[in-house]
């Protein structure tokens, strides 16, 4: 019987950025909510979870979507489409939201409260941009859960960046929500007769060249 570790491997061996996705296949709700679950449960610097997922199955807003998507066919073929939206800056309201709810969870502490203090006095007075690309950072962390919890559910996926970020901006009113596009994750499953990359090997670097240890 194989150990949990190999079993991810398995899993991550298994998964692939699916090219062609069938249109009449649906993931179930229950498989897409353990999905958002893991992105929930991935981790962020210093808590603040600086980003929003927004579900889209709207089959017309997808095809507006996929217009400025390279006209990618898994936007519209896949059953859901996840996109991750970074705060647009650190502002105080925001990182006072997220510590309060982690006092009325957990309780006061004095620790805590002296860390919230230093994110008050540091991050809200940096560059906007400089924010919004240490938040975007943080929702690639997330979009990591989200392709290993999606392989483990084998639920297909296929990470994108190609897409106009200011008009998938505009598409779904993210501006006015002090939020920004970052990256979009089209779930569904697999056409597999139709799809050219399946049968392709996996291919990643060698060993030697891709890890260094430092002892």
Known sequence: MMDAAAMLLDTLTWRYATKKMDPSKSVPAEKLERI????????????LQPFELLVVTNPEIRQKIQAIAWNQSQVTEGSHLLVFAAWDNYTAERINA??????????FNEGLENYRQRLLANYPGRDPKENFE????????ALGFALAAAAEEEVDSTPMEGFDPAA???????RARGL??????????READKDWLLPMKKVRRPRGQFITEVK
Do not use: F, K, N
């Open 134 to 141: 240490h938040a975007a950072r943080q929702a690639y962390i």
């Open 168 to 174: 998938l901006d505009e598409i779904l009113g993210l």
């Open 180 to 189: 920004r596009s970052v990256v979009i994750l089209p779930l569904g499953y």
């Open 98 to 107: 997220v510590y309060d709810q982690i006092v009325a969870e957990r309780g």
């Open 36 to 47: 958002l679950q893991a992105i929930a449960l991935a981790p962020t610097s210093s808590g």
